[in-house]
C-alpha cells in the first residue's frame, strides 16, 4: 500500500513528463489527478490504520547503500507523524492537481506541469516517508529541485526565473546547514537510520566536539546544523527572502509547494528528530526564538504588501514561526496540528485568491482590485472562510491549532517562552488586520481595475471551485474534529512513539490546558481587534491607511520594504559574489588564466609560427648560413663533451 | 682464382638487376619517344617489384661483400622493402598526373628508378665510399627530378635550390669523410668502429669533428632542423608526384643510413651524439608542428609534417636501445603508409582549370567528393597521432622506448629524455591544430567549386588501401609481421 502512495505519483510524473506528447493533454492529467486520487484515498486509510490503531510500520524497498560501516536502505517508517503528512501532502497535492486542470487551461505546457507537480509529491513522500537521515535528504533535495522547476515553469519570464534561482540558491545554504548535520550524526552515532541514531542520542549528552578554537556541546551543534536546514526549507528569518518571490511561479504550485507541504518538511523534520531536539535545551530555545521572531517579522510586512499573494506568502512564513516556536518550548502535537490545519486553510487561501487572479485577468495587485465580492460570490466565501480559519475564529480549524500554540507557549518554562507567547499574541493581531485588510481590498469598496478587466471578471469554472469546496470543509472541521487526537485527551493514543519527549510527565501540551482565562482569551481578542482595526482603516475610513504611512513614515518603509532584508543581503553577500566573480572572470580566468594559459599558448604558438615562416626567407644563403650555424654550434658542443678531444 | 677477383655478387643482386633495368630501359625510352612514358613507367615499377621480391627473399644474417663496403642483414632488407614500395607506388601515382599536365617524359620513371637504386646503395653502405655512392646517385637524380618541369618556375627554382643547398651539404659530407678517414685510417664502418673502441683515450678531435659533419650532411637529406630549410620551398615547388616521391622514399633511405653510421662507426661516442640527436629531434619536432600552424599551401604543409615526423623518428635514435630502434623502424613504416595515401589525395586535387593545392580549395570536400574526404581525414588523424590510428602507434612505440630508456637508467641523468618525450607529446598536440583544420574545411566549410573526378583507379586504390591500413592496424593480424620484422631488422644492429 505505501508503495502505491509513494511510487504512483513518481510513476504518473514519469509518464507525462517523458511522453507527455504522446499521452496529450488530457492524458498526462488523467494519469497525474488518478494517480494523486489513489494516493491521497490511501493516505487516509493509512491514517486510519497507523493513528487510530497505534501501530508503526516499516517497510523496506531494497538496499541503498551498504559499504563498510555505511548501511541503510530505501524504506519507509509509517508512523503517526508520517501518516499525518501523508494525508497532508497527499489530499493537498490531489486537490491542487484538480485545481491545475481549470487554472492551467491556457497554458501550453500542461503535461511538463502535471509531471512537475507529481514529481514534487513524490519528493516529498519520500522526504516524510523516510526511515533514515539521507533518504530524507534526497526527498528534501527533490522537493528543492520540484520548486525550482515549479517557480520557472514560466521560463520565458525573467523575473521567474530569478525567482527560481533566488530559492534554489537560499535553500542551498539551508542544504548545506542540514548535510552537515546528516555528516556529524553518522560521525558519532556511526549510522544514518532513524532509530539507530536516536537509540544512541542520550549517550552522547554532555559530549563536546572541537571546531576551529571552538569546544562545542555536541548535540546542541547536531541540532543547529539541522534546524538551519529546516530554516532554509521553511523560510524562517534569515533564510526567508526567498518565499515572496517565488510567487512567480502559478498559483496552484504557490499553495501546494509554498503554502501546505514543502515549506512544512522542516517543520516535520524537527518533529521528526525530536529524540535528538529533545536532548539540548539551548537548540530548542534557538527554535523558538527564531520561530517567534519569524511569526512577528513576517506579519509586519504582511500588513504593508500590496500583492495579494505575497500577502499570503507572508502570513505563511509567519505561520510558520508559531510552527517552530511551538516545536521549540516542545509542544510537537500542537507543531503538527497547526501544520494539518494550516494546509487545508492555507492552500484555500491561496487557491482562492488564485481563482480571484484569474477572474482578473492575471492581475495580481489588490490596489486594483476592489469590489469583487458580488461578482464572484463563492470565491469571496470561501476566501473568507480560509481568513476566518486563518485568523483564528472559534471552532475553526486555526482556532483550536494557533491558539493551542499560544497558550502552550504561556504554560511553557523554556528560557524563551514568554518572548514567544507575546510575539505570538501580537503576530495574531497582526494577522487578523493584513488577512481582513486583504478580504477588503479585493472584495470590498469601489472596483479599481479597468473597465474591460471588469466585463471579464467571472467565477471559476467547477475544476477549480470544487477543490476550493473540500478545502473550505477542512478549513471549518479539520480542528474540531482531530483536535482531541492531535493535542487533547487522546494524545498519547494517537501520536504512540512518533513523537518524543524527554520528560514526559511534565507535557506542556498538559499545562497548556490548564492557563488563565485571559490566555485563553487574549488570541480571541486580539483577533477581534484586528478586525476591527480593518473594519475601520479599509471600510469606515479608506484614507486612514494613507495618513498612517504619512505619519510613520519610516516605520512603514521599513514593513513596505521588507525590513531591507534582500537589501542588505544584496549589499553583503549578493553584490560582493557578483564583484567577486567579474573580478575572477574578468581578471582571473580572461586575463590570467586563458591569457597565459590556452589563448596565450595558441597565440604564442602563432607568433612563434609566423616568426619562422619569417626565417623562410627563401635565400638560399640564409638556408646555407642556417645550415652552417648549425654545423658550428654541433661542433662546439661535441669539443665541450669531449673536453677538448685527445689530441 | 675467380673467387678473388670477384667478389660475391649474390648480395646485391637487387641492385644490379635495378641497373640493368634502368639503363635497359634509358635505351627503351630513347628509342620509343615520350610516347613510351605510360609503359616505362609500368616496367619500372616492374622493376621495382622485382627487386622488392628479390630483397624479400634474402633474408639471411648480415653478409659483407664488396670488401666489406656493401651489407645486406634484415635491417637493410627490411629498410629496402620501404624504400621500393615508396619509389613504386611514386611511379604509379605519378602516372595520371603526367598525363593530364601533357608532360610526359620517359626520363621521369627512370630517374626514379635512379634515385631509387642509390638508396638501395645507401641502406647497404658500410664504407664511407658505398656512402658517398649512393647518396650521390639518389641525390643527382633528385635534382633533376625537382626540376623536371623545365617551363615551369617553381620547379626550376626548386631544383636549383634544392641542388645548390644539396651540393653543400655534400661538400660538408665529403669534408667529414676526409677528416675521418685522416684520423682512423679506414674508411670502412666497421674498422672504424672497432678503432674507436680500442683507442685507450677519448675520439681524437678531428674524428668529432668529421663525424658531425657526415652527421651535418646526412641530416640535410632527412631534412632535420636546423638542415631542414630547404624542405618547405623544394615541396612546394616541385611537381606534387616529385613531392610525393621526395616526401618518404629518400627519407627512409638516409635514416637507414643515419642509423647505420651512428651505430657501427660512432656507436662508441653514442653518449654525445644523442645529445645532438635529441636537439635535432626536439627542434624537428617544434618547428614542423609549430610553423605549419600558419601555412595554407599543402604540400608545403606536409613539408613541415615531414620535418615533424622526423623528429618524431629520431626520438627512437635517442632512446639508443633496440626498443627504440623498433620503434623508429615501425614508424617510417607507418609514416610511409600515411604519406603515400596524403599525397595521393593531393594529387586528386584537380578541377577543371588545373591542379591546385591551397588547403582552402579542400573546402566542403565532405559534400562534393565524401569518399576522398573520409580517405584524407583518416590520414589526417593518424598523421595527428590520434587512437587507434596507425599513426598514433608509432609515436607510441618511439615514446615508449624512449621512456623506458629514461626509467632504466639508474642515476636518472637522462632527464633530457623524459623532457623529449614531454615536449614531443605537446608538439603532437600543436601539430593537430593544422591537421584538425583540414577535417574542419572539408567537414564544415561550405564548398567552393568541386574537383573533376579521378580517372585514375591507382590513385583511388592507393587512397583506399593505405585509408583501411591506417584504421585497421590495431589488428593483430596486420600489426603482429610488422611489429615481429620490425624486431628483427633494430636486432640486426643492437643485439
Same mark, same amino acid.
Given at each position: ?14 509518464? #507525462? ?203 546542541? @551543534? ?49 518533529? &521528526? ?42 502570513? @505563511? ?29 492555507? %492552500? ?48 475553526? #480549524? ?49 472596483? &479599481? ?103 510613520? &513614515? ?48 595558441? %597565440? ?5 609560427? &609566423? ?37 | ?61 648480415? $653478409? ?38 601533357? +608532360? ?31 647518396? +650521390?646517385?639518389?641525390? /643527382? ?11 615551369? +618556375?617553381? =620547379?626550376?627554382?626548386?631544383? /636549383? ?53 657526415? /652527421? ?86 606536409? =613539408? ?84 587507434? /590510428? ?31 618525450? $614531454? ?17 574542419? $574545411? ?7 567549386? +568541386? ?45
Amino acid at each position: 500500500m505505501y508503495q502505491i502512495i509513494v511510487f504512483g505519483p513518481f510513476i504518473a510524473a514519469i509518464l #507525462a513528463g517523458l511522453f507527455g506528447r504522446q499521452l496529450g493533454d488530457k492524458g498526462a492529467q488523467i494519469i497525474t489527478c488518478g494517480a494523486l486520487v489513489v494516493s491521497a484515498f490511501l493516505s487516509w486509510v493509512a491514517l486510519f490504520q497507523i493513528g487510530f490503531g497505534g501501530t508503526v510500520e516499516h517497510v523496506t524497498i531494497m538496499t541503498w547503500v551498504s559499504s563498510g560501516d555505511l548501511n541503510f536502505n530505501w524504506a519507509f517508517k509509517v508512523d503517526t507523524l508520517t501518516a499525518v503528512m501523508l494525508v497532508v501532502v497527499n489530499t493537498v497535492s490531489c486537490l491542487v492537481h484538480i485545481y491545475s486542470i481549470g487554472y492551467m487551461s491556457h497554458d501550453p505546457h500542461k503535461a511538463r506541469f502535471m509531471a512537475y507537480l507529481s514529481l514534487f509529491t513524490f519528493a516529498m513522500l519520500m522526504l516524510v516517508t523516510a526511515d533514515n537521515f539521507v533518504q530524507m535528504f534526497f526527498g528534501w533535495e527533490g522537493v528543492g529541485l520540484a520548486s525550482y522547476l515549479l517557480i520557472g515553469f514560466w521560463y520565458k519570464k525573467p523575473s521567474a526565473c530569478a525567482a527560481a534561482i533566488k530559492a534554489f540558491l537560499v535553500n542551498r545554504v539551508g542544504d548545506f546547514g542540514f548535510a552537515l548535520g546528516i555528516f556529524a550524526i553518522y560521525m558519532v552515532t556511526g549510522s544514518v537510520e532513524f532509530d539507530v541514531v536516536f537509540a544512541k542520542i542520550p549517550e552522547l549528552q554532555g559530549q563536546t566536539i572541537h571546531f576551529l578554537w571552538m569546544d562545542l556541546d555536541l548535540i546542541t @551543534t547536531i541540532c543547529i546544523l539541522l534546524f538551519i536546514g529546516a530554516m532554509g526549507k521553511s523560510a524562517q528569518l534569515g533564510l526567508h527572502t526567498w518565499l515572496p518571490d517565488a510567487m512567480e511561479g502559478p498559483t496552484p504550485v504557490s499553495a501546494l509547494i509554498h503554502a501546505a507541504t514543502m515549506v512544512t518538511a522542516g517543520v516535520f523534520m524537527v518533529a &521528526r528528530t525530536s529524540p535528538i531536539f529533545e536532548y539540548s535545551p539551548d537548540a530548542l530555545a534557538f527554535v523558538t526564538f527564531i520561530g517567534a521572531s519569524t511569526a512577528i517579522f513576517a506579519a509586519t510586512i504582511g500588513t504593508t504588501q500590496n500583492d495579494i499573494k505575497r500577502v499570503i506568502a507572508y502570513s @505563511t512564513c509567519s505561520q510558520l514561526g508559531y510552527m517552530f516556536f511551538a516545536l521549540g518550548i516542545s509542544a510537537y502535537g500542537a507543531a503538527i496540528f497547526h501544520l494539518f490545519t494550516h494546509a487545508f486553510f492555507k %492552500a484555500l487561501l491561496f487557491l482562492g485568491s488564485g481563482s480571484v487572479i484569474h477572474a482578473m485577468s492575471d492581475e495580481q495587485d489588490m490596489r486594483k482590485m476592489g469590489g469583487l465580492r458580488k461578482k464572484i460570490p463563492w470565491t469571496f466565501a470561501m476566501m473568507v472562510i480560509g481568513t476566518l480559519a486563518l485568523t483564528g475564529f472559534p471552532f475553526l #480549524a486555526g482556532y483550536y491549532s494557533k491558539d493551542m500554540i499560544i497558550e502552550a507557549a504561556f504554560a511553557s518554562d523554556s528560557s524563551m517562552a514568554g518572548y514567544a507567547f507575546f510575539m505570538g499574541v501580537f503576530a495574531a493581531l497582526l494577522t487578523s488586520f493584513y488577512s481582513w485588510r486583504l478580504i477588503f481590498m479585493t472584495f470590498f469598496g469601489e472596483s &479599481r481595475s479597468s473597465k474591460s478587466v471588469q466585463d471579464h471578471v467571472h467565477e471559476s469554472g467547477n475544476w477549480m471551485m470544487a477543490p476550493l469546496y473540500v478545502l473550505a470543509l477542512g478549513a471549518l472541521l479539520a480542528g474540531f474534529i482531530f483536535k482531541d487526537y492531535f493535542i487533547g485527551q487522546n494524545y498519547e493514543d494517537f501520536w504512540g512513539s512518533a513523537l518524543f519527549l524527554k520528560d514526559a510527565a511534565n507535557n506542556v501540551m498538559e499545562a497548556a490546558h490548564h492557563v488563565p482565562g485571559w490566555v485563553i482569551a487574549s488570541p480571541f481578542i486580539v483577533m477581534i481587534l484586528g478586525f476591527l482595526i480593518a473594519v475601520y482603516a479599509y471600510i469606515i475610513k479608506p484614507e486612514t491607511p494613507a495618513q498612517f504611512s504619512g505619519t510613520f &513614515r519610516y516605520l512603514y518603509a521599513l514593513f513596505y520594504n521588507k525590513w531591507y532584508i534582500d537589501e542588505i543581503y544584496d549589499y553583503l553577500l549578493v553584490n560582493p559574489a557578483k564583484k567577486l566573480g567579474v573580478f575572477l572572470w574578468k581578471k582571473g580566468d580572461e586575463n590570467i588564466i586563458d591569457r597565459f594559459g590556452p589563448d596565450g599558448a595558441a %597565440a604564442s604558438v602563432m607568433a612563434l609560427a &609566423r616568426k619562422f615562416r619569417g626565417l623562410q626567407s627563401g635565400y638560399i644563403y640564409h638556408y646555407a648560413f642556417a645550415m652552417l650555424m648549425g654545423i658550428a654550434a654541433f661542433v662546439t658542443w661535441f669539443v665541450f663533451i669531449s673536453g677538448g678531444g685527445a689530441s | 682464382m675467380t673467387e678473388t677477383l670477384l667478389p660475391d655478387l649474390a648480395p646485391a643482386y637487387g641492385e644490379i638487376f635495378m641497373a640493368i633495368g634502368a639503363m635497359a630501359l634509358l635505351m627503351f625510352g630513347v628509342f620509343r619517344g615520350n610516347k613510351s612514358t605510360e609503359l616505362v613507367s609500368l616496367l619500372t615499377a616492374a622493376v621495382m617489384i622485382v627487386t622488392l621480391i628479390i630483397t624479400v627473399t634474402w633474408n639471411d644474417t648480415a $653478409v659483407y661483400t664488396f670488401e666489406n663496403m656493401f651489407v645486406v642483414d634484415r635491417f637493410t632488407s627490411f629498410m629496402k622493402i620501404l624504400v621500393l614500395v615508396a619509389s613504386a607506388l611514386a611511379v604509379f601515382m605519378s602516372m595520371q598526373y603526367f598525363k593530364d599536365e601533357k +608532360e610526359e617524359r620517359f626520363e621521369y620513371p627512370i630517374l626514379v628508378l635512379l634515385a631509387t637504386l642509390g638508396m638501395m646503395v645507401m641502406v647497404s653502405a658500410n664504407d664511407l665510399m658505398s656512402l658517398y655512392m649512393g647518396l +650521390e646517385l639518389q641525390s /643527382l637524380s633528385l635534382y633533376v627530378l625537382a626540376s623536371i618541369r623545365r617551363d615551369s +618556375e617553381l =620547379a626550376t627554382e626548386a631544383g /636549383l635550390k634544392y641542388f645548390v643547398l644539396g651540393a653543400l651539404s655534400s661538400g660538408i659530407l665529403l669534408f667529414g669523410s676526409s677528416l675521418i678517414y685522416g684520423f682512423v685510417g679506414s674508411t670502412n664502418f666497421t674498422v672504424i668502429g672497432q678503432t674507436l673502441s680500442q683507442a685507450s683515450h677519448g675520439p681524437d678531435i678531428g674524428v668529432i669533428i668529421g663525424m658531425v659533419l657526415v /652527421l651535418a650532411g646526412l641530416a640535410f637529406k632527412i631534412s632535420a632542423v636546423p638542415f631542414h630549410m630547404w624542405t618547405p620551398d623544394v615541396y612546394q615547388g616541385a611537381p606534387t608526384p616529385v613531392t610525393a616521391f621526395f616526401a618518404v622514399a629518400p627519407k627512409v633511405a638516409a635514416l637507414a643510413l643515419l642509423v647505420r653510421v651512428l651505430y657501427v662507426p660512432f656507436g662508441e661516442m653514442s653518449e654525445s651524439w644523442t645529445q645532438v640527436i635529441v636537439f635535432m629531434s626536439l627542434a624537428s619536432m617544434v618547428l614542423g608542428s609549430v610553423a605549419a600552424v600558419v601555412q595554407t599551401n599543402i604540400k608545403r604543409l606536409m =613539408a613541415y609534417s615531414s620535418i615533424g615526423h622526423i623528429g618524431f623518428a629520431l626520438v627512437g635514435i635517442a632512446a639508443g636501445s633496440q626498443d627504440g630502434l623498433r620503434g623508429l623502424v615501425i614508424y617510417m613504416a607507418i609514416y610511409l603508409v600515411m604519406n603515400v595515401g596524403t599525397f595521393a589525395c593531393i594529387l586528386a586535387m584537380r578541377r577543371k582549370d588545373g591542379m591546385v593545392e591551397d588547403i582552402s580549395d579542400l573546402a566542403g570536400l565532405a559534400q562534393t567528393r565524401p569518399a576522398m574526404a573520409a580517405a584524407l581525414g583518416i590520414f589526417m588523424l593518424s598523421l595527428a597521432g590520434i587512437p587507434p /590510428l596507425a599513426g598514433f602507434w608509432g609515436k607510441w612505440y618511439v615514446f615508449k622506448a624512449v621512456i623506458a630508456t629514461a626509467v632504466a637508467d639508474p642515476m636518472a641523468t637522462n632527464y633530457g629524455l623524459i623532457m623529449l618525450a $614531454v615536449i614531443g607529446v605537446m608538439a603532437s598536440v600543436v601539430g593537430a591544430y593544422y591537421y584538425l583544420n583540414i577535417i574542419k $574545411v572539408m567537414f564544415f566549410n561550405e564548398p567552393e567549386g +568541386e574537383f573533376i573526378l579521378q580517372k585514375s583507379r591507382k590513385l583511388k586504390a592507393i587512397m583506399g588501401v593505405s585509408a583501411a591500413l591506417m584504421l585497421l592496424f590495431l589488428l593483430p593480424q596486420i600489426n603482429a609481421p610488422v611489429l615481429e620484422y620490425a624486431r628483427m631488422a633494430a636486432a640486426a644492429l643492437i643485439s
